[in-house]
């Protein structure tokens, strides 16, 4: 971390994303650090550390497909302990939400949100599905209204 | 029996398309609590609170307003049968009244389909609907085989406790919930040094996730558990085939079966095990079942 340079455009921009001006609030104490698993099962993962480049603006660094914040679990420890109200999950969060504006999504989290969009599911339907549940005594699964989910998904 | 709760189920995306069993443990233990499940239509995805959230905030929050309308709509509470969507929907609750700027935001998208979010939904997973709602009193007279001598390894996954500020259900480090209930239907709750480690599921990793599964239970074979009790299809999902894959890459044989909390409810309602979907897990109950059957025939004999 020898860039002297300060990149405050970038953090304006986080800012502007919701839960991202929360960066602001961090101290550099590593509390975060000691309860994240991701930390704990990669030598390369740590909080704290994305919380600084953040306050540095590394942009380059935090925001592309193979950038470190993917392998964040979302497991919301840092959140619960966090001093300062970073709600440093939600900071990262925010750094993908700027990883798609920038058309840099890991392949998997672009096709999976897609299906959401494309069928209103997470979990795509085939045609084995309604057999199995009826074997099951379940209801028949119904279609979801996609387009209604297309209208409000507009800017 | 307590007066009739009615309640809207919010099944999500894995449990009535990748594990029905679930769903049907649901619908078979709710009965006898006098629960009434008003399904409703028109629910999307929670949206999922890990990829799609990633994708854009904004449309995460909007798609979650939009089933809480519905919800809304009925005036009913939602009850949820899987983590991730009680994460969604409980945490876009809590910044949709934090933001009143974004809410007006949702709403303006909300009008092109004729729908108003006004925040007045209440949110539970079923699990916290059993503790508080239904009590553990009335929990355990619907018990008729307890299940005696069953060592429950708990897992309680992330986004059921955390973050406390908005899940306002337990200790986040020190929880009791599950302990209790699993109690109630004659078990015993087994504690153990990984009780809180993430299933891994979230991270974008080729071996952490399998590595966190593998501590789990490693830590739950070392207090001698039977099997694991959980109550989110995502976690189950790392565990079940979880420990086929940590057999076949790591070489290591579990062979403890993965039960949802519905599920070890509906054994204890004296169900069978086909009734409440067991034989479809990768991970067979067969030694649990034969110690219920021995434990049974002692009391017999007594
Ligand atoms: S995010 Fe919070 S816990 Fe982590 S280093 Fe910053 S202030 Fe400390
Ligand atoms: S949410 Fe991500 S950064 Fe926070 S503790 Fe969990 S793995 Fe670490």
Not at chain 1, 139 to 152: F, G, N
Not at chain 2, 109 to 120: D, F, S
Not at chain 2, 126 to 141: A, N, Q, T
Not at chain 2, 237 to 266: A, E, H, T, W
Request: hydrophobic content about 40%; overall charge negative; some cysteine.
């Amino acid at each position: 971390m020898s860039d002297k340079q300060l990149d405050f455009e970038f953090r304006e921009r986080l800012n502007r994303i919701v839960g991202g001006d929360h960066h602001n609030y961090c101290y550099q104490c590593g509390a975060c650090v000691a309860v994240c698993p991701a930390a704990r099962f990669s030598d390369e993962f740590n909080p704290r550390d994305i919380l600084l480049m953040t306050l540095l603006g590394r942009e380059q660094e935090l925001i592309s497909a193979d950038s470190i914040i993917w392998k964040c679990t979302n497991c919301y420890s840092c959140y619960e302990r966090c001093p300062q109200d970073v709600r440093p999950v939600e900071v990262i969060i925010a750094l993908k939400n700027m990883c798609t504006q920038q058309g840099v999504l890991p392949d998997n989290v672009d096709k999976f949100s897609e299906a959401i969009i494309q069928t209103g599911r997470s979990v795509v339907i085939t045609s084995t599905i309604n057999r199995r549940r009826q074997a099951l005594g379940l209801p028949e699964l119904k279609d979801v209204p996609v387009e209604e989910l297309k209208i409000i998904l507009d800017e | 029996m307590a007066e009739n709760v009615r309640v809207i189920p919010f099944w999500g995306c894995m449990i009535p398309v990748k594990y029905p069993q679930m769903e049907l443990s649901v619908r078979k233990t709710m009965e006898p609590l006098g629960v009434e499940l008003v399904d409703m239509d028109g629910f999307t995805c929670c949206p999922d609170p890990i990829y799609f959230k990633a994708r854009d905030k904004v449309q995460w929050l909007t798609v979650a307003a939009r089933n809480l309308c519905i919800a809304e709509e009925a005036g009913l509470d939602i009850i949820t049968m899987c983590s991730g969507c009680t994460s969604t929907l409980l945490e876009a609750k809590f910044i949709l009244a934090e933001e009143p700027e974004l809410k007006e935001k949702v709403n303006q998208r909300l009008k092109r389909i004729g729908k108003e979010y006004k925040g007045t939904v209440t949110i539970k997973h079923i699990v916290v609907m059993l503790r508080d709602d239904i009590g553990m009193e009335i929990l355990s007279s619907t018990v008729k085989r307890p299940l005696t001598g069953i060592k429950v390894g708990i897992h309680y996954g992330c986004h059921l406790l955390k973050p406390s500020q908005i899940m306002h259900i337990d200790d986040a480090d020190y929880p009791s919930l599950l302990e209790n209930l699993i109690q109630t239907l004659g078990a015993t709750p087994l504690t153990h040094t990984e009780k809180l480690l993430c299933c891994g599921k979230g991270c974008l990793d080729d071996n952490m996730p399998l590595q966190m599964t593998y501590e789990i239970f490693a830590s739950m074979e070392a207090v001698g558990a039977d099997c694991m009790g959980l109550i989110c299809p995502t976690c189950f999902n790392s565990f079940d085939i979880g420990q086929i894959l940590i057999s076949r890459k790591m070489n290591r044989i579990f062979d403890l079966p993965v039960i949802y909390f519905c599920q070890l409810l509906g054994l204890a309602q004296g169900f069978q095990p086909e009734e409440v979907g067991l034989h479809l897990h990768r991970i067979k109950i067969d030694k649990i079942m034969e110690k219920l059957v021995k434990s049974e025939s002692v009391e017999f004999a007594l």
